[in-house]
């Protein structure tokens, strides 16, 4: 019985799945402008919480070497 369970751990650690942000599907603009169009559409679409999200995301990764050698920058965000 042990072991069915380790196999069960093994094949649990190796399996590998889709990422949950995983495009549903792919769109071919026929040009800038309405692919600008649609991603501004999508932008106005998004709840103030969302775009604080996606900011702190962005902040997070442009500065991670900046953040990762002092931590206590990423605590508290100013507005000046």
């Given at each position: 019985?042990s072991?069915?369970k380790?196999?069960?751990?093994e094949?649990?650690e190796?399996r590998v799945?889709?990422p949950?942000?995983?495009?549903?599907?792919?769109?071919?603009?026929?040009s800038?402008?309405?692919?600008?169009q649609?991603h501004?559409?999508?932008?106005?679409?998004?709840s103030p919480?969302e775009?604080?999200?996606?900011?702190?995301?962005l902040?997070?990764?442009?500065f991670?070497?900046?953040?990762?050698?002092?931590?206590?920058?990423?605590?508290?965000?100013t507005?000046d």
């Amino acid at each position: 019985m042990s072991e069915d369970k380790n196999s069960q751990n093994e094949k649990d650690e190796n399996r590998v799945e889709e990422p949950a942000t995983a495009f549903n599907s792919i769109h071919v603009y026929n040009s800038f402008d309405e692919m600008e169009q649609d991603h501004l559409k999508w932008l106005a679409s998004l709840s103030p919480e969302e775009h604080l999200q996606h900011a702190t995301s962005l902040i997070k990764r442009v500065f991670a070497k900046q953040l990762e050698k002092y931590p206590e920058l990423g605590k508290h965000i100013t507005f000046d």
